[in-house]
């Protein structure tokens, strides 16, 4: 099993910048990739970014530029620094970890943390 906590997120500015972390425990070495996800009311959750076990990452287009992910594997922690935000990017983050096998896909969830970009 795998357990996810995200942490980071808050009220900020149009402008402003967060960085939230996903602390992983458990069988982190069964991971194939982590990705972040949101979530705001009405809309359909969407991926914000990913990173794989080999490092590769990847972004939606909305934030690609702003949004940074990365890693430290001594901390089996991943983060999502945010920068330039924007009200749009106002929603329930939630942190992914996903292992791929024979046949399908198995995803585990953070619980969510929350971001609000107001004035």
């Given at each position: 099993q795998v357990q996810l906590v995200e942490s980071?997120?808050?009220l900020v500015q149009p402008g402003g910048s967060l960085r939230l972390s996903c602390a992983a425990?458990?069988?982190i070495f069964s991971i194939n990739a982590v990705d972040w996800y949101r979530q705001a009311p009405g809309k359909e959750r969407e991926l914000v970014a990913a990173i794989t076990s080999g490092g590769s990452t990847n972004y939606a287009d909305s934030v690609k530029g702003r949004?940074?992910?990365?890693?430290d594997n001594a901390k089996n922690t991943v983060y999502l620094q945010m920068n330039s935000l924007k009200p749009d990017?106002?929603?329930?983050?939630?942190?992914?970890?996903?292992?791929?096998?024979t046949g399908g896909r198995y995803d585990y969830?953070?619980?969510?943390?929350?971001v609000t970009v107001s004035s």
């Open positions: 980071g997120g808050g425990s458990g069988s949004f940074t992910i990365s890693r990017d106002t929603a329930v983050y939630y942190c992914n970890a996903n292992r791929i096998f969830w953070g619980q969510g943390t929350q």
